[in-house]
């Protein structure tokens, strides 16, 4: 089988830049590995695009990486406008921020077709296209359209909010139609996959068994892939990296304080205010931890020209120095904020430093950098993980400290706890954790996917034919 994987983010192997956001950093490797052929947007837009698809090739792996050029006139519609200014919203349960015109709807639609055409050339007999994430609910749709009979697959990597939130969606419903097109849908919850199902029940009548969904629109199989790292191969580079000249660095600088780490896009889902107020609760609550413990906070800039964005990064920036300011000393900085990106061979030597890894999304679909924090930990002398509940990653790493990101306090005592915790408590808990790290791998979660949506096209193949 010749594989096609779809998404609008892509990283090259040869790149040297740090990587935005858990999905093209998971699937690189894996893609790479699989000989299948990538294909997404190159970041640059071109007049005419819509007309004659225009597509950078380079070689992946075994496979290739092909870089599209998206239509200049539906770009920022698809991208900033609907795509995360209606679905990002909607999906992380903040429908207050959906801000769209008639337009982006218009724009996305336009895209979705256009990466349809554009994929016919890398299409062969025995192909199978898988397509990722929110930006191309519709392309499976356009692919049919287009004559595309071999197994289309979709993995969603953010939640799927309740049918109350997704209904606020502009025109869900035919975009639900459209997601019927898929032989297979895969979530990373339980929870999204039932949220997906009680939408499409009330919705559109789903009729559902065994996981299977059958309406007049199509029939789709729905299941969960928890997506993964590899943990083992996560380990060696951040053992290795604690070499690296910025992690010596770091490490030198803190004197014999402790460090506390937060790695995130800088994105309104993160939960990134409540973080920082509980940091600050902590040393409020307890003023003997002053002086003894600091706050590296990563927030890597992301989708800065979309309002709620920025109004972030401005509330963000001026939390953070209040209470270095109200706290701080000439030789003590309680928070130390960057916005920029780091490469995975320096952050996980960061990781590696910490004592404390807080990851406290309001909502997030997995969150690798809870995966990877557990796996880049010194198994002799392991840090906690703080972990919010509504990330996905909290149903396998249940041995975390799992917190309530809204309660502010309670985020501060965990934070405390985590700090004092002893050794053979961090052992127990980190040890259940990298045992499940083990067994979910991204090389799993890749395999059954494709195993899956192999049958589960025989199978809607043949309910068609009977
Ligand atoms: C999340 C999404 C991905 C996206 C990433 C970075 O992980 O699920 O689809 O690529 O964020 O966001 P960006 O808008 O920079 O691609």
Known sequence: MNLVVVSNRV????????????????????????????????????????????????????????????????????????????????????????????????????????????????????????????????????????????????????????????????????????????????????????????????????????????????TSRCEVFPIGIDADLFAQQAQKATAHPDVSRLRKSLNGEKLVIGVDRLDYSKGLINRVN?????????????????????????????????????????????????????????????NKGFRQGVLAGLYRTAQVGLVTPLQDGMNLVAKEYVAAQNPIDPGVLVLSKFAGAANELDTALLVNPHDVEGMARAIATALSMPLTERRLRWEAMMAKLRRGSVQSWFADFVASLEDAHTANSDAAGA
């Open 278 to 338: 509980a940091f600050d609760r902590m040393l409020t609550m307890r003023p003997s931890l002053q002086r003894t413990v600091s706050l590296l906070q990563i927030a890597t800039p992301s989708r800065g020209t979309i309002e709620a964005y920025g109004n972030l990064q401005g509330e963000l920036a001026k939390l953070v120095s209040d209470v270095n300011g109200r706290l701080g000393e000439a030789d003590w900085t309680p928070i130390r904020y960057l």
């Open 11 to 218: 990283a090259r192997a040869s790149s040297n830049e740090p990587m935005t956001g858990g999905l093209a950093a998971a699937l690189l490797p894996v893609v790479e590995k699989s000989g299948a052929i990538w294909v997404g947007s190159s970041g640059r837009v071109r007049d005419g695009a819509q007309r004659e698809p225009f597509a950078e090739i380079e070689q992946l792996g075994a496979g290739a990486l092909a870089m599209l050029d998206l239509p200049a006139a539906h770009y920022g519609g698809y991208y900033e406008g609907f795509a995360n200014s209606a679905l990002w919203p909607a999906l992380h349960s903040r429908a207050d921020l959906i801000r769209v015109s008639q337009d982006d709807y218009r724009s996305y639609r336009e895209v979705n077709s256009f990466m349809a055409r554009a994929l016919l050339r890398f299409r062969k007999p025995d192909t199978a296209f898988w397509i990722q994430d929110y930006h191309f609910l519709a392309l499976g749709a356009e692919l049919r359209a287009l004559g595309v009979t071999q197994p289309i697959g979709f993995f969603l990597h953010t939640p799927w909010a309740s049918p109350a939130t997704m209904g606020c969606v502009p025109h869900n419903r035919e975009l639900v139609e459209a997601m019927l097109a898929y032989d297979l849908i895969g979530f990373q919850t339980e929870e999204d996959r039932s949220n997906f199902l009680a939408y499409g029940k009330a919705e559109l009548g789903f009729a559902i068994a065994d996981g299977v969904v059958t309406t007049p629109y199509g």
